[in-house]
């Protein structure tokens, strides 16, 4: 068997095992190198678009919290790869170092700047300091360093193009080349451009190939020109393209209309570089019956265009670009400088605008998207959980897997229901299940159903199972942790082949499925313990949100109590309140359940208090009848589970879970002996005896 030489960095995964590094999710960013490595020091990184839009939205645009992000992703990854949107970017700096087998190959040498083409999910980085941020370009100033391969591919710039633009044109530059390639004379062409930039790059490719005779529209979404005036998007456009339209994307039939309305026909060759929902429906109306379609990246709802294009009967050439191309380079330089004037011209423009391209969009989607979740109904008041709603909410967006991770009862399904509401899946199915109800020996016809026959006590019609019953939408795998090995191995295979096999089934099922996954003990932890599988947690852990417990965001107490009161009060016609010693009592309550539990205790309160008016005193009586119910339901567990008991057993382990709670809920062992009746010497001897770990 060969062994494959290590020319592209597989020495630096670090995990999963197994993995190259542009999938792994950490590497090795060491700054020493071996033989057939080289270290460039890093000056400009150009995060792809997606990527720095996520990043922004998810920091408000705030600068420093954006550098803070950055910095911890590359800390814990060993790379600048950001997960939730499964991009990278680009980078570009000065050789500082070669291995002597790097350099033997290499056509530059150290001292050298040059521009890694390839993306930076398949390199080791460390930066240092992050200076400034160019949010016109979605480009970062920096310090650090950043790991090259003997196969990384290369180039210089030459001095007379100017980085910014170079480095975003080079994310285009593989489908440049294509669009270029395929361009011909005589043709109409429609660019959904995403900026300026992207758009007049695309239009000068094509003139390139075709001369003068062609007709170039550019489409633009309204918000993605920012603080732009049509008239300014429209006089610089004007100078490559025919005609230009500023309209909403997301509402993509009146938009075709207007197209429409002012055009002598559809087009023979549609290029879409935008990721908006609404761009895939623009691009199958306006593209001719047996026309082109060009997608820059598979971010833009590529599948979703061929299914309407296939509702619409419609038959197009539909492509996707934007792979590596040996030589485009030298295409790209050469398209570059023919339009360096105008490049520079809206580099001016840019800098002139005082909010930078798309921000205004973005802090406004922002801005709506918290007034979203307030309406949802997800109450919270303490900063901890603002943080983390604008995380679900930003997450939301992105159709990624998510694992939930939380003690019992703090609102895994509420964080569930976010996503699902505020994602594209919104009008599709969301299935929840509680694998830890599911029996072994009916998990795989529960999970993938079962043909007519499939086995004996079978329905006579066969029986959807879980992921058929979830296709287009969510798929909640509570507690999944619970699921044995070979039904674990069974579930990664769908989750990569977007396929399985009914029981007793000979024909495969294909479905599109989002998998939100929650388990009460960290699946790292059961990664580690042997009980989970490693590559089905990687396949899973996009993205992780942990939900913290209801005692480290006490602020949110008093805002839930109040929410599940008036619930309550409405359910049952009646009107109670709580005073203020209800909500210090229940402020300085350790809530060991949860949100669940102060639920609990608000709806028992609202059925026992006779009064308007809910007390501490309340409160308190209710803490401790839940207390001694928790000892008496532990008890009656054990006699029904034994033929006989043991009195010293059972006197040891009520005594070991009420010293548990008092120190859970008092925190000192002070306060625990005195909530208990005994002296505090007492309770450390007991502590010490029992080996309570609090």
């Known amino acids: 068997m060969t062994k494959i030489h290590d020319r592209f960095g597989l020495s630096r995964v670090i995990e999963p095992r197994g993995a190259v590094p542009v999938t792994a999710w950490q590497v090795d960013n060491n700054r020493a190198i071996s033989k057939t490595e080289c270290r460039l020091s890093l000056e400009r990184i150009h995060l792809e678009r997606d990527s720095f839009q996520q ?33 990278a970017g680009q980078f570009y700096g000065t050789i500082e170092e070669m291995g002597s087998d790097f350099e033997t190959h290499a056509r530059y040498k150290v001292g050298d700047q040059v521009l890694c083409l390839t993306t930076m999910s398949a390199h080791p980085m460390f930066i240092e300091k992050i200076h400034s941020i160019d949010y016109n370009y979605g480009e970062l100033i920096v310090t650090g360093y950043g790991i090259l391969f003997m196969e990384s591919p290369l180039t210089a710039i030459p001095p007379d193009l100017d980085l910014n633009y170079t480095m975003a044109t080079f994310d285009e530059a593989a489908s440049l080349k294509s669009i270029y ?9 429609l660019i959904i451009g995403k900026d300026l930039v992207s758009s007049v790059t695309y239009a000068a490719a094509i003139k390139k190939a075709a001369g003068g005779n062609c007709h170039i529209t550019v489409l633009m979404d309204e918000d993605g020109i920012g603080t732009l005036t049509h008239a300014q998007v429209k006089q610089e456009l004007s100078r490559w393209v025919n005609s230009t339209y500023i309209l909403n994307i997301a509402q993509p039939i009146l938009a075709s209309e207007v197209v429409l309305a002012s055009e002598t026909g559809l087009y023979d060759l549609t290029i879409n570089c935008e990721d908006l929902m609404g761009s895939e429906v623009l691009c199958v109306l306006l593209t001719r019956q047996g026309g082109k379609l060009y997608y820059t990246n598979l971010k833009n709802s590529y599948t979703h265009s061929l299914l309407f294009a ?105 964080i569930l229901d976010l996503i699902h509401k505020n994602s594209i899946r919104k009008n599709k ?104 599988r490693e590559d089905l947690y990687y396949r899973l852990n996009i993205c992780t949100i942990t939900v913290p417990p209801l005692r480290e965001r006490r602020e949110d107490v008093a805002a839930l109590a109040a929410s599940f009161l008036d619930a309550h009060c409405k359910r049952y016609g009646v009107d109670k309140a709580l005073d203020a010693s209800a909500l210090v009592r229940l402020a300085s309550y350790d809530w060991p359940g949860n949100v669940r539990e102060l639920e609990n205790l608000i709806h028992r309160a609202v059925i026992r208090i006779r009064g308007y008016v809910i007390t501490g005193e309340d409160i308190q009586e209710i803490l401790n009848e839940n207390l001694y119910e928790d000892l008496v339901l532990d008890l009656k567990h054990s006699m029904r589970a034994s033929s006989s008991l043991n009195f010293e057993d059972i006197i040891e382990q009520q005594e070991i879970k009420l010293i548990e709670y008092a120190l859970k809920k008092l925190g000192t062992t002070r306060k625990a002996a005195e ?20």
Do not use: W
Not at 372 to 386: C, L, P, Q, Y
Not at 491 to 500: A, G, I, K, P, T
Not at 678 to 687: A, G, H, N, S, V
């Open 55 to 87: 990043l922004c939205n998810e920091c408000g645009f705030d600068e420093a919290k954006i550098i803070a992000k950055i910095l911890d992703l590359v800390k814990r990854r060993g790379k600048l790869h950001n997960p939730f949107t499964d991009t």
């Open 429 to 532: 199915p969301c299935i929840k299940i509680n694998c830890a109800t599911i029996q072994e020996s009916l998990a795989e016809s529960e999970f993938f159903g079962y043909e007519a026959g499939a086995f004996t006590g079978a329905q006579s019609s066969g029986k959807k199972g879980y992921f058929e019953l979830a296709n287009g939408g969510l798929l909640f795998l509570d507690e999944v942790g619970t699921l044995s090995m070979n039904l674990q191995s069974k579930l990664l295979r769908v989750l990569q082949e977007s396929q399985f096999y009914r029981v007793g089934g000979t024909s495969p099922i294909t479905i599109n499925v989002r998998v939100i996954c929650a388990n009460n003990i960290p699946l790292r932890q059961l990664v580690e313990q042997g009980k989970f």
């Open 675 to 694: 909530f208990l009746g005994m002296t505090q010497p007492k309770l450390m001897r007991k502590k010490q005896k029992y080996n309570i770990q609090i």
């Open 181 to 189: 390639q395929a361009a011909g004379e005589g043709l109409r062409y």
């Open 310 to 414: 296939e509702s619409m009967s419609k038959e197009l050439e539909t492509y996707v670009l934007g792979q590596f191309t040996i030589g485009y380079e030298s295409f790209t330089f050469e398209l570059l400088a023919s339009i360096a004037e105008d490049l520079a011209r809206i580099n001016a423009l840019y800098e002139s605008q005082a909010i930078a391209f798309r921000q205004a969009s973005k802090k406004a989607m922002a801005a709506s998207m918290d007034k979203v979740g307030r309406i949802d109904d997800f109450v919270f008041s303490s900063a901890t959980t603002k943080a983390l709603v604008d995380e679900v909410l930003n997450i939301a967006q992105y159709d990624c897997s998510v694992i939930l991770q939380g003690e019992t009862g703090v609102g895994k399904e509420k």
